[in-house]
């Protein structure tokens, strides 16, 4: 799929997830949103706290939307629910859309963490976080800065599309809207 950054049209399914660390289930809340910041679309999942099943349960959400004018996928990071972790490049190849996942801070990496977590099975975890390769910094239109990872675009359609839909702060729309969802949602189970 040819990425067209300058497309008015434009819309991206932004991720989130709410969790509290006594749940053994991590909810996600899925935001459609236009470029022009209209809310389009909404859909929820879960995922289990320390597992495997983020990357499969992502790629249900998208699925069960059942369009084909989502011109992208925005993850509010790819290590959520204390360790499960996205598979960025499975996503894009998977649904033939390309894929930003946003990070806040800078960090040394968390290799360290993981092996201390997953004392005796930190294997299959940190393969699955070596994989997800480096972040690139992005300074946004509002001054602050962001670190992302991307797949199916270049670094410059990563920044131009981040900054379309940050108005404020360094928290793009869909990622903040879909945090308040996944909230919402998880709040009134």
């Given at each position: 799929m ?13 991720i ?17 949103m ?6 389009d ?23 069960s939307?059942?369009r ?12 959520i ?15 033939n ?10 960090s ?16 299959l975890k940190?393969e699955?976080?070596?994989?997800l ?14 670190f ?22 360094s928290?793009?729309?869909?990622i ?14």
């Amino acid at each position: 799929m040819r990425f067209h950054t300058e497309k008015r049209g434009i819309r991206v399914l932004g991720i989130a997830e709410s969790f509290q660390k006594n749940n053994t289930c991590s909810t996600l809340a899925g935001v459609v949103m236009r470029r022009d910041l209209i809310i389009d679309g909404m859909v929820f999942g879960n995922v289990t706290i320390e597992g495997n099943d983020s990357t499969q349960n992502i790629l249900s959400m998208y699925r069960s939307l059942n369009r084909n004018d989502i011109n992208c996928i925005m993850l509010d990071g790819l290590i959520i629910s204390m360790y499960n972790i996205i598979d960025g490049n499975e996503l894009e190849e998977n649904t033939n859309v390309p894929v930003i996942a946003i990070t806040f801070n800078d960090s040394e990496g968390l290799e360290g963490t993981i092996r201390h977590h997953f004392f005796n099975d930190f294997n299959l975890k940190l393969e699955q976080y070596r994989k997800l390769g480096r972040r690139d910094k992005i300074l946004l239109k509002t001054g602050k800065i962001l670190f992302v990872r991307y797949w199916g675009m270049s670094s410059m359609e990563a920044s131009t599309i981040v900054n379309y839909f940050t108005l404020q702060g360094s928290i793009p729309e869909p990622i903040r809207i879909a945090k308040l969802a996944a909230r919402a949602n998880m709040r009134s189970k």
